[in-house]
């Protein structure tokens, strides 16, 4: 620990323009010291290890944004957790949308590959 004062404050990544802009208002909580240590003490909804204590993955919250935008955040959440992979037009092309169940997302398939 590096002696700087604790200071915290909640922030939605999703406002910030991207990583520069959210490293910028971290540091400005911490304006008064040199070398300030950043840590993320809470990431709740970042899926698998796309967040920790000391990391955010930005390409992550880029594609969460843009999911949101769309109305499929939580599939988005779901697929990265599935495959790790954080690229929002890879999961738009494997992504076949919602289903009221399962027997009507198998007759939508059909339907639409023959």
Do not use: K
Not at 20 to 31: G, K, S
Not at 37 to 62: K, R, T
Not at 64 to 81: H, K, N, Q, S, T
Request: proline letters at 2%; charged letters at 30%.
């Amino acid at each position: 620990y590096n002696c700087g004062s604790i200071a915290g404050r909640w922030f939605d990544l999703t406002t910030f323009d991207d990583e520069r802009d959210f490293f910028a208002a971290c540091r400005a909580l911490h304006q008064d010291e040199a070398d300030p240590e950043l840590m993320f003490q809470d990431y709740e909804g970042f899926p698998g290890n796309m967040a920790s204590e000391c990391h955010i993955n930005w390409a992550w919250v880029e594609g969460f944004r843009r999911a949101r935008d769309e109305g499929c955040e939580e599939a988005y959440r779901l697929w990265v957790d599935d495959t790790g992979e954080t690229d929002f037009d890879t999961f738009r092309d494997a992504w076949w949308g919602e289903a009221d169940s399962e027997e009507a997302f198998a007759v939508e398939f059909v339907s639409d590959t023959g």
